[in-house]
């Protein structure tokens, strides 16, 4: 793999391992939002990845979000850079032709929550904290948060951790919603990568698809959504891995996918 700013890219198997590497508190910058960019957009390009797994370098922080001495001056021209990357950066990764899964081994803060709220799967470490307190210092989420969160959790949890500051742990997490797994402190990368297996399992022309479906469900409603369905449904018979799931089960054989 080529090399991304403060971004550790290692390929296991079907799936890319994605490490934000940036101590002491992880925090994304201005190259490594342009290299997440073209990182998705190259493993998009990859016929060979089905998935990936993105994770916090050490064992305190998956990442801290920005760093607000970015922001110390006021400075208009780079809050409106800084957010535009950040829009663009995570709206690349949610909408990753694969599974993305967010494997949060330390606070979540910020912009930090933000990329994992990007992601399709979170599994977070019991002992992780996320928020999003940009109020407290005159700021809003704009990477997504205020949409992707209460899609998750419901507005009220999504009030009260925007609009109240409010922090929560990987218990309450996992109980309104913001996360789907909480596991062991220092397993939440290998449980991901577990995951991430499964998905090479699935046929990723089909896992596509899929994905393609759930997310319009934010956005269009069921009537409109049904239709496309169907269609993509019909549309999974010009494939290759259609034939070869078909056949392959009819066999009793493992199928082998070929992502077209």
């Not at 391992?17 to 998705?40: C, E, F, G, H, M």
């Not at 002992?127 to 949409?147: H, R, S």
Request: aromatic letters at 6%.
């Amino acid at each position: 793999m080529q090399d991304y700013a403060n971004l550790i890219v290692e390929k296991r198997g079907h799936t890319a391992l994605i490490t934000i590497a940036n101590p002491p508190a992880n925090t994304w910058t201005y190259d490594s939002l342009q290299a997440l960019k073209r990182l998705v957009a190259d493993l998009n390009a990859d016929r060979d990845i089905y998935a990936l797994v993105i994770t916090g370098d050490g064992d305190k922080f998956f990442s801290a979000g920005a760093d607000l001495k970015l922001f110390a001056d006021g400075d208009k021209g780079v809050a409106a850079s800084m957010t535009i990357l950040f829009g663009e950066a995570f709206e690349t990764l949610s909408a990753f032709r694969g599974v993305s899964i967010a494997a949060i081994n330390g606070y979540a803060m910020g912009g930090g929550l933000e990329c994992a709220l990007a992601c399709d799967i979170r599994i977070t470490e019991e002992q992780v904290v996320m928020a999003l307190p940009e109020a407290a210092v005159g700021l809003l989420p704009c990477a997504g948060g205020t949409q992707n969160l209460p899609h998750l959790v419901g507005e009220g949890w999504a009030k009260r951790m925007i609009l109240c500051g409010e922090r929560v742990d990987a218990a309450t997490a996992l109980r309104i919603g913001l996360v789907e797994e909480v596991v062991a402190r220092g397993s939440a990368r290998d449980s991901a990568l577990a995951l991430a297996e499964k998905v090479g399992r699935q046929s990723p022309v089909a896992v596509t698809a899929c994905k393609t479906l759930v997310q319009a469900a934010r956005h269009a409603p069921p009537a409109a959504n049904l239709i496309h369905e169907r269609e993509l449904f019909i549309k999974l018979f010009d494939t290759e891995d259609q034939r070869e799931g078909v056949q392959a089960f009819l066999q009793k054989r493992t199928p082998q996918w070929q992502n077209r």
